[in-house]
Structure formats: structure tokens, C-alpha cells
């Protein structure tokens, strides 16, 4: 990978692993979390409309923006109406190291999705237990499995000790992920054909249409600190109209396998963030977490040497290449 493919690596690693501690210094001062979402995805469409319809680049767009109206308010669902509202909620009893780490098993939890689309899919179009969809589920193999049985563990020595006070809000973690491991299948499947800057601009758009009514009626009282409105600025500007547009950069500078490594490191980025800047605690079982989580998301979502480039992962693996092919083409993801 180039030099500059390096520098927009690491950028996005940040980026995406630094919205928790914004989400988090945002609920505790005194932010609604309606508000927490508008103001994140109104200021990230107000700056990636232009450059999304600038200068003829949209022609056409907006028809296909049209026609696939169900999917694109499905998948703004998914991705953003649900995710973001969810992940600002449940931070107001969780530590944003923890919230980082949990979404972290979304790769997991893809490939269990993917892999029962594959085998229902394969049973429709006639396989009766010995054909398609046998060999579809046959490709996880012994690592994949061990890969997925890794990195729920992981998941669970995270969320055991907090099951007593928090049930409710890692719940509402576990929705967020299986969003984020629904909506990239949705986009490789129905959305193939819209281009990802617009479709990105539109889903933002979407959601602070949705949110402006909860967010005006949930208005704070007096004006937040500046490190408040920081972390809301941060939230649009930063950590999603820039980091869109850094990401697509990356795409096409080191291709999606490569980009979408920066993914694994972003629980990292997360809780390296929550201990500096927000005093939460570096535990051992976060740590021991975070190994089973990371090491499990390589596994579960690792090619196997005989499969071809581009071969089934763009269609049934929600793996690196499936993740940026639908991430490409303006899906927020793992964030």
C-alpha cells in the first residue's frame, strides 16, 4: 500500500473508533438522544449533498434514488435511524470501551446472518440438504467456526458482569449489531446500482428529517459547554461527513480487502479513547474481550486460500470484501 493509502488507513481507524467518546461526553452533558442523531446527520448531509450532486456527478441519481425509495429508508433504518439512537441511549449506562467492543463482533454475527440467507436461499432454489446450500454452509470450515465461537465468548465475558444493571442498554448494543450485520446484505443485494456518495448523503438526509421534530421537542434548556458542542460538531463533521469521504478515498487508493482491515482496529481506538480522555477503566476482562473479539473477527471472516477473488464474498460473505464493496457504496457500518 502507498504512502498516502497508509495515512488514510490510519485516518479512518481514528475516525471511526472516536464516535463513542463523542456519543458519550454529548449524553452526559446533557444532550437528548434525538438531538445526539440530528444534529450528527444533519451536519453530515448538509456537507456531502453538494459534493454528491455537484457539477452533473448526480445525473441520474435522483431517479434511482426514487425507485429504490423502500430499500434506501430500510437500510437508513439499519444503519442510522435505529443504530445511532440506540448506541447514544445505551451510552448513558455503558463506558464508551464497552460499546466500541460489542459492535466490534458485527463481522460474527454477519456470518451467521449470511450464512443462513445462503442456506434458505440455496433450499428455495431446490437443494434439498445435499446441494447449494450444504456448500455454502460447508465453507465456514473448522478456523471460521472456531472464529465464531471465539468471538461470541469474547462477547460474552464482556457483557456478563453487567447483565444485573445494564440488560437493557447492552441490549440495545446487540440491536445495534444486528442491524450492522442486516443492512450490508440489504445494500449488496438491492442497492447495487445506486452510487455510494448520494446514496450516503441521502440516508443522512433522511434521518435528520426524521429526527428534527424529537430533536426540537427535546431542545436543551440553556446552551451546552464547548466541549459539548464540540463532540456534536465532531460527531457530523468529523466522524461522518469527513470520514466518508476519507473512506472512499481509501477505497479506491488500496482496493476494499485492504481498506477495510482499519475495521479490526477501531475497537482499539475505542477504548484507548474512553481511557485517556474519559478516565474509563482498562480492565483485564476488557482486555481478555477485546483478544477473543479481534482474534474471533479475523478468523469468521477470513478467506479461505482456495476461494476466489471476489469469488462468493461479495454475495454471501459479510467479510472484509463484502463489508466494502456495501460500505463503498455508503453504508456506515462498524462505527
Not at 293 to 302: D, H, P
Request: proline content about 6%; glycine content about 14%; aromatic content about 6%.
Amino acid at each position: 500500500m502507498s504512502r498516502r493509502g497508509w495515512v488514510l488507513f490510519a485516518l479512518m481507524s481514528v475516525l471511526w473508533g472516536i464516535p463513542y467518546l463523542m456519543i458519550k461526553v454529548a449524553v452526559e452533558g446533557g444532550i437528548s438522544v434525538p438531538m445526539v442523531v440530528f444534529a450528527r446527520t444533519a451536519l453530515g448531509a448538509v456537507l456531502l449533498l453538494p459534493p454528491a450532486f455537484w457539477g452533473g456527478r448526480g445525473r441520474g441519481t435522483p431517479a434511482a434514488l426514487r425507485r429504490h425509495w423502500r430499500m434506501i429508508l430500510l437500510l437508513a433504518t439499519l444503519e442510522i435511524l435505529g443504530p445511532w439512537a440506540l448506541v447514544s441511549d445505551a451510552e448513558r449506562h455503558l463506558s464508551s470501551s464497552m460499546t466500541g467492543l460489542l459492535i466490534a463482533a458485527v463481522p460474527i454475527v454477519g456470518v451467521v446472518l449470511a450464512r443462513a440467507a445462503a442456506t434458505w436461499n440455496g433450499r428455495r432454489r431446490g437443494g434439498s440438504g445435499h446441494g447449494e446450500a450444504d456448500a455454502e454452509v460447508e465453507r465456514l470450515g473448522a478456523g471460521r467456526w472456531a472464529g465464531l465461537l471465539l468471538g461470541l465468548a469474547g462477547v460474552a465475558v464482556l457483557a456478563w458482569p453487567h447483565l444485573g444493571g445494564n440488560a437493557w442498554s447492552i441490549g440495545e448494543i446487540m440491536l445495534v449489531v444486528l442491524g450492522y450485520s442486516i443492512a450490508p446484505m440489504i445494500l449488496a443485494r438491492r442497492l447495487g446500482d445506486v452510487p455510494s456518495l448520494p446514496l450516503t448523503a441521502a440516508c443522512l438526509a433522511l434521518a435528520a428529517l426524521i429526527y428534527a421534530g424529537p430533536a426540537a421537542a427535546t431542545w436543551p434548556e440553556s446552551v451546552p459547554d464547548g466541549t459539548v458542542l464540540a463532540a456534536l460538531a465532531g460527531l457530523g463533521v468529523v466522524c461522518t461527513a469527513l470520514a466518508f469521504v476519507i473512506f472512499f478515498e481509501l477505497i479506491r487508493e488500496a482496493g476494499t480487502s485492504r481498506a477495510m482491515v482499519f475495521t479490526y482496529i477501531n475497537p482499539a481506538v475505542a477504548v484507548l479513547a474512553g481511557v485517556l480522555f474519559l478516565d474509563e477503566p482498562l480492565t483485564g476482562g476488557i482486555v481478555g474481550a477485546f483478544v477473543l473479539i479481534l482474534g474471533g473477527s479475523v478468523l469468521a471472516t477470513s478467506r479461505r486460500a482456495q476461494d476466489p477473488p471476489g469469488g462468493t464474498g461479495r454475495r454471501d460473505e459479510p467479510g472484509p470484501d463484502v463489508q466494502a464493496d456495501t460500505l463503498g457504496r455508503g453504508t456506515p457500518a462498524i462505527q
